[in-house]
C-alpha cells in the first residue's frame, strides 16, 4: 500500500533558527511530491517536486525531491512565528490507489519568539 | 472568489442523525476529493471524482457515508446515522488533470461534531 511518512511529527524552535523537514514516500508509479501549510484550516499549498535535485524557492522556504531515494526535505531558514503550523507532505501518482494524492501525517512546527 | 469552497463551516449534530456536506470545486478542475482529517493527523482519502465519475471509495468509507458529482461540477458528501466517531474536518479539494497537471487546491473544510 502506499504510504507517505513524515519526521519529524513535531518540533519547537526559536525564531531565527533553520528546520528541515523530512519526507520519505512509497507510492506507486509516483508522479510528485507536493508540500502544504496547515494552519488552523485548509492546508495552502507550497511546492510541487517532480524533477530529482532540483530546489524550489520561496522566500524563506525551499524543497528538493531526490527520486533515488525516495523522499523529499523542506527547509525553512530564519524561522518567524508566522511559520508555526503543520507541514504536510504527499505523494502524487499516476491515477493508482486513494486518489492518487496520498499525505504523510504531518509535522507540526512550533515556532517561539 | 474562484477558490474552493465548502458548506456549511461546521456543523454540530446529535448521533443518528443524516448531514450533507457540499463542495464546489474550482470551475475548470475535473478533479475532486475528498478527505477527512482528526487532530493530530494528515488528510484521510475518503473518495474521489473525476468529472461525474467516482473513481475509487476509500476502504475507510462505511456504507454510511455516500458521495455524489451530479454533474461533474459541485460535489455532495452524507453521511447517515452520524457516530461520535465521525467527529472530524472534512475536506475538499481540487485539481486539473490531463495534460496540465495543477496541485490540489482546498477547501476551508467544514467541520463535523457529533454530540
Known amino acids: 500500500e502506499d504510504k507517505v511518512v513524515q519526521s519529524p511529527l513535531s518540533l519547537v524552535v526559536h525564531e531565527g533558527d533553520t528546520v528541515t523537514l523530512n519526507c520519505s514516500y512509497e507510492?506507486?508509479?509516483?508522479?510528485?511530491l507536493l508540500w502544504y501549510k496547515q494552519e488552523k484550516k485548509a492546508p495552502t499549498f507550497l511546492f510541487m517536486l517532480?524533477?530529482?535535485?532540483i530546489e524550489k524557492k520561496s522566500g524563506r522556504l525551499s524543497s528538493i525531491l531526490d527520486k533515488k531515494e525516495l523522499f523529499s526535505i523542506l527547509n525553512i531558514t530564519a524561522t518567524q512565528t508566522g511559520d508555526s503550523a503543520v507541514y504536510l507532505c504527499?505523494?502524487?501518482?499516476?491515477?493508482?490507489?486513494?486518489?492518487?494524492?496520498?499525505f504523510g501525517k504531518g509535522t507540526k512546527l512550533s515556532v517561539k519568539p | 472568489d474562484t477558490g474552493v469552497s465548502q458548506d456549511p463551516r461546521h456543523k454540530i449534530t446529535k448521533r443518528g442523525q443524516n448531514v450533507t456536506f457540499r463542495c464546489d470545486p474550482i470551475?475548470?478542475?475535473?478533479?475532486l476529493y475528498w478527505y477527512r482529517q482528526t487532530l493530530g493527523q494528515g488528510p484521510e482519502f475518503l473518495t474521489y471524482?473525476?468529472?461525474?465519475?467516482?473513481?475509487?471509495k476509500s476502504r475507510l468509507l462505511s456504507d454510511r457515508f455516500s458521495a455524489e458529482r451530479p454533474k461533474g461540477s459541485f460535489s455532495t458528501l452524507e453521511i447517515q446515522r452520524t457516530e461520535q466517531g465521525d467527529s472530524a474536518m472534512y475536506l475538499c479539494?481540487?485539481?486539473?488533470?490531463?495534460?496540465?497537471?495543477?496541485?490540489?487546491?482546498f477547501g476551508q473544510g467544514t467541520r463535523l461534531t457529533v454530540v
Open positions: 517532480t524533477s530529482s535535485g
Open positions: 470551475s475548470e478542475h475535473n478533479r
Open positions: 507510492v506507486t508509479n509516483f508522479r510528485s
Open positions: 471524482f473525476q468529472n461525474e465519475a467516482q473513481l475509487e
Open positions: 504527499a505523494g502524487l501518482n499516476y491515477g493508482g490507489s486513494q486518489g492518487n494524492l496520498i
Open positions: 479539494a481540487s485539481s486539473l488533470t490531463g495534460t496540465l497537471n495543477t496541485e490540489a487546491f
